[in-house]
């Protein structure tokens, strides 16, 4: 079964004389791990906008072609549907940090969908993103490597079957680096989840 479809697709940004995206198919088989790699301005974080609906619910332009995420059409399903259908974590992650201590932080995407157990899902999410014991502290007290898994836990606490990472250790040092596609890794093998990373 595929977790992603993508049939012709094509996308043109407002004021743009030539699409970003240009007759685009590609299938990508549920539980997949893979990296959409390029030059910068190349369509990478496009393509990867048109996954979650942000294209074309947010950020307008002309679209054309058949998007279809874990069986839903992107065209005809709003974004807060598809966010629990595909986690985004964004290269600039600490502005998806909004909330003061880790645990608060982890459960509050669905604190937002109003769900009855979100603190139980933002304790299950910090420890497959390996912050299992800092749910008390503050966020100012991670170190950045850290604070991108904090980011990702916010993203997995909504149990996505997919997650895209956006440049994960563009700003990382090497150890930190190796513990974040450790925990991709791991949410990939033994927790199911489509990985996909935008990398240069």
Request: overall charge negative; charged content about 20%.
């Amino acid at each position: 079964m595929n977790a992603i479809e993508i049939e012709d697709l094509s996308y043109t940004y407002p004021g743009a004389s030539q699409p970003t995206l240009d007759h685009i198919t590609l299938n990508i088989p549920q539980g997949d791990f893979l990296a959409v790699v390029g030059n910068n301005g190349c369509g990478k974080s496009t393509l990867c906008k048109v996954l979650n609906g942000l294209i074309p619910h947010f950020i307008t332009g002309r679209m054309e072609g058949k998007v279809r995420v874990c069986g839903l059409d992107t065209l005809a399903s709003d974004v807060g549907t598809l966010a629990r259908k595909v986690g985004y974590v964004y290269q600039d992650f600490e502005n998806q940090i909004v909330r003061p201590t880790v645990l608060d932080d982890a459960s509050y995407s669905c604190l937002n969908y109003a769900l009855p157990d979100y603190q139980a899902r933002g304790r299950q999410a910090l420890a497959q993103c390996g912050l299992q014991g800092r749910e008390e502290e503050y966020v100012w007290q991670l170190s950045g490597g850290q604070t991108h898994l904090l980011a990702l836990a916010g993203a997995v606490s909504l149990s996505p079957d997919i997650l895209i990472l956006d440049e994960p250790i563009a700003q990382l040092d090497p150890g930190h680096a190796d513990r974040i596609y450790q925990t991709l890794r791991r949410l990939n093998r033994e927790y199911g989840k489509t990985i996909i990373v935008i990398e240069h």
